[in-house]
């Protein structure tokens, strides 16, 4: 089941903990163990709130799908849709750029941070009046115009992202620098829990009419265009408070405070950082690499991307399967902390290669949840609470699985990543791993449609032997003349199979390559030649 971000494991929290950084990202290997909070209260504060407003676009992204879904688009629709979750996964492409191109005068961070931070306000602003248009356009959604608009709003929280993660490693004391990767976690994961699981919840007229109202309304407490508005007034706010009263250390202060560390990357231009990603991907084990993690996460594709909408689909409420999420948080804390006790040794993608299989037999898992779920709902469409417990036991299991995949990779890359570039080396990896999680998802999301057989079952014979409900008009069409779509094969369980056969034929290629990498010689990885 997919909440995006796995829902933020894998792809966004792209995912949230695995997502790539700016190029010049260190890895903080001899930061004490002791830091000292004085004098970096407030620093620290501005950090967690701009990761925070990170979180918002992504989480609110994360929550049209399930929007859609209940309107009744298509699987391809959505598949179209899912491509503003691209944009943190690229964005290496363009982060060199963002850390070489800026203004003394304004800072180095604020020249990208300010103008970005505006922009994304005034996304926002504009999208709150037009959003419930793109959303029921002509009693459709205007699946293109959506994705325009969130691909715009992603690409720049993404750019915000690089700039914020540049800013942290000089706004705090380099003793304290390791609290720049907690502001990261935690503010980016607060704002993605506020723009899904609040949004969706205070959305749902169902929820708040359940738990909040004692008189039945016919919609929630929250509005998207409301909640749109709302924080695009915060990033008017926020941006201006940090332009005007935020003063940026100076390039200057930034050398000094370098001078007498070894592990230190010097800074390079576009040109040099473009070259020297280049030259990384030269490397033959860097190239098995990246096939490896572009094609290994194929196997899940249709459990992770289409399960939880098929849920909705099936009837269940959008709001309560986002609230599932709340009870996984702890789990989600401690699982990295429980595993990475076995991905210390020399060979950490033991874990990996371990944990695939059980993670590729959840792809039945899912299909029978799907299968069996309109068995649980009452007739008036209300499921009882012992479903929605399978449903958080099953993910919790499912969670073990993903986590001991995530964080063996993760330990992967940091063991194997040239220490002399570590940064731009770790960046590329967890943009390769990024981007293979997001094209199977896509790509599983598109089949669906051509993988199902339906026909619309009306009175009408013409309508019904031409209709065969593949879009949302064609699903109108087929109720407006008082017939029903009617599901001959279900694409999803298809497409499951196929996926998980594949996935098993993959293990038994990618065990012998994975075994290979592990076993090649710290020389292999190095970047010989200097710039």
Excluded at 55 to 81: C, D, W
Excluded at 227 to 249: A, H
């Amino acid at each position: 089941m997919r909440k995006r971000g796995e829902l933020q494991a894998e792809n966004g929290r792209s995912s949230l903990s695995e997502k790539g950084s700016s190029y010049q990202i260190k890895e903080m290997k001899d930061a004490p163990l002791i830091w000292s909070w004085k004098g970096e209260g407030k620093n620290i504060a501005l950090l967690f709130f701009l990761y925070l407003l990170q979180g918002i676009p992504l989480g609110l992204t994360a929550s049209i799908p399930l929007m859609l879904q209940n309107r009744h688009v298509s699987y391809k629709e959505q598949a179209e849709f899912s491509l503003v979750f691209w944009p943190f996964s690229l964005k290496l492409l363009w982060a060199p750029i963002v850390d070489s191109l800026y203004s003394s005068k304004m800072g180095r961070r604020k020249t990208w941070l300010v103008p970005v931070q505006y922009l994304i306000g005034v996304a926002m602003l504009f999208l709150s009046t037009r959003v419930d248009q793109y959303l029921d356009s002509e009693g459709s959604p205007n699946i293109q115009l959506l994705t325009a608009a969130f691909f715009i709003l992603n690409f720049l929280a993404a750019t915000q992202d690089i700039a914020v993660d540049g800013w942290a490693l000089t706004m705090l004391h380099r003793k304290n620098v390791g609290y720049a990767s907690t502001c990261n976690s935690v503010g980016q994961t607060a704002g993605y829990f506020l723009g899904y699981v609040v949004f969706v919840a205070f959305e749902s007229a169902d929820f708040c009419n359940k738990y909040l109202r004692n008189h039945p309304e016919p919609n929630g407490l929250l509005t998207l265009s409301g909640f749109l508005y709302f924080w695009g007034i915060i990033f008017f706010i926020t941006t201006t408070l940090v332009w005007f009263f935020k003063r940026e250390k100076t390039q200057a202060q930034e050398n000094n405070e370098r001078d007498g560390h070894e592990g230190d990357e010097q800074d390079l231009s576009i040109m040099e950082t473009y070259k020297l990603l280049l030259k990384i991907f030269k490397l033959p084990v860097i190239r098995w690499t990246v096939v490896v993690l572009l094609t290994c996460k194929i196997g899940f594709s249709a459990s992770d991307a289409v399960s939880g909408l098929k849920l909705v689909e099936m009837g269940v409420p959008k709001a309560q399967l986002a609230l599932l999420a709340v009870p996984l948080v702890p789990l989600q804390i401690v699982l990295p902390l429980f595993i990475s006790r076995y991905t210390a040794g020399p060979r950490p993608m033991q874990v990996f290669i371990k944990a695939i299989p059980y993670r590729l037999m959840f792809g039945f898992v899912y299909a029978g949840l799907v299968w069996i779920t309109p068995w649980f709902q009452s007739s008036d469409g209300q499921f009882p609470f012992y479903y929605y417990l399978i449903v958080v036991i099953i993910y919790a299991i499912h969670q073990v699985t993903v986590y001991s995949m995530f964080v063996a990779v993760m330990a992967f890359f940091a063991k194997v990543s040239d220490p002399q570039v570590g940064g731009t080396y770790m960046t590329l990896l967890n943009t390769v791993c990024n981007l293979g999680g997001n094209w199977p998802s896509t790509l599983a999301l598109w089949s669906v449609d051509a993988l199902t057989w339906k026909s619309c079952h009306t009175g009408n014979s013409i309508v019904g032997e031409t209709n065969k409900c593949r879009n949302s008009a064609e699903t109108l069409l087929c109720t407006e003349a008082g017939g029903q779509c009617v599901v001959d094969l279900d694409g999803f369980y298809v497409e499951s199979l196929i996926c998980i056969v594949f996935g098993f034929l993959w293990l038994r290629w990618g065990r012998r390559v994975i075994q290979q990498l592990q076993s090649k010689d710290e020389s292999a990885w190095k970047v010989r030649n200097n710039l």
